[in-house]
């Protein structure tokens, strides 16, 4: 089975705090992404990773930033928290290929909820 | 710009009903189109997943049919159980080349209560 665990379920920060979201995934997936998830906007995609090193910009990058130095590992950087920054945090990973095959399902983790007073 | 609408938002049915979600995209340009379900305060599981080349997908109670030319699918769940309570969600990944094509653009999903 494949598994995405997430460094926290629940979090609380200050505003201006530098906050660091972890992701790991055992299952040699390509591909990671970091998600927020609020009512009545649905999930955004803040930034995704197709390789290690490599990141690519979602819909909503600002006051984010990202780092994949390994690849089970991506981690979401909160520069300094603001309040609306408050939110659901969920981590994915797809991609992996065998032989000529790929499968790009994705799989969560079971999400961050990042409260910044 | 993609965008991926599901209706209802909401829906409640008796248990033991069959019973159809729906999900509508506006661009028809997709590689793939997954079905995902999501607890409350938890992360999304994938149910199934239907390449734009196939017209549909089964696992178990839940069936998954695309047509990529109208731009829907729909996700029917039969004889339902209250176990099924969840919000599903809908996504779509689009088919250009390039590191981008591996987004999913996600609906809003439609929250689903089963009453025993």
């Known amino acids: 089975d494949v598994k995405v665990t997430q460094s926290s379920r629940y979090l609380v920060k200050r505003t201006g705090e530098k906050v660091f979201l972890e992701c790991v995934q055992d299952m040699d997936h390509e591909n990671m992404f970091w998600y927020r998830q609020d009512p009545g906007l649905g999930l955004r995609l803040i930034y995704f990773?197709?390789?290690?090193?490599?990141?690519e910009k979602g819909d909503i990058p600002e006051g984010y930033s990202v780092s994949r130095e390994k690849k089970e590992r991506f981690s979401l950087i909160l520069e300094s928290a603001s309040t609306n920054q408050t939110s659901m945090y969920l981590c994915?990973?797809?991609?992996?290929?065998?032989?000529?095959?790929?499968?790009?399902?994705?799989?969560f983790g079971p999400g961050t909820r990042l409260t910044v007073l | 710009k993609q965008e991926v609408t599901q209706i209802p938002a909401a829906l409640s049915v008796p248990e033991g009903e069959n019973l159809v979600l729906n999900c509508s995209f506006t661009d028809s340009a997709i590689y793939n189109l997954q079905w995902f379900r999501q607890d409350p305060g938890k992360g999304l599981t994938s149910l199934l997943l239907i390449q734009s080349s196939q017209r549909e997908q089964t696992s178990g109670r839940l069936n998954a049919s695309l047509d990529k030319s109208s731009g829907r699918s729909t996700l029917y769940i039969a004889a339902s159980q209250p176990g099924d309570s969840a919000t599903y969600l809908c996504?779509?990944?689009?088919?250009?080349?390039?590191?981008?094509?591996?987004?999913?653009?996600f609906g809003k999903g439609t929250k689903l209560s089963v009453i025993p």
């Open positions: 996504a779509v990944r689009r088919l250009d080349s390039g590191a981008g094509s591996y987004q999913l653009t």
């Open positions: 990773s197709y390789d290690v090193k490599m990141k």
């Open positions: 994915a990973s797809s991609l992996i290929r065998v032989r000529d095959r790929i499968t790009d399902t994705q799989y």
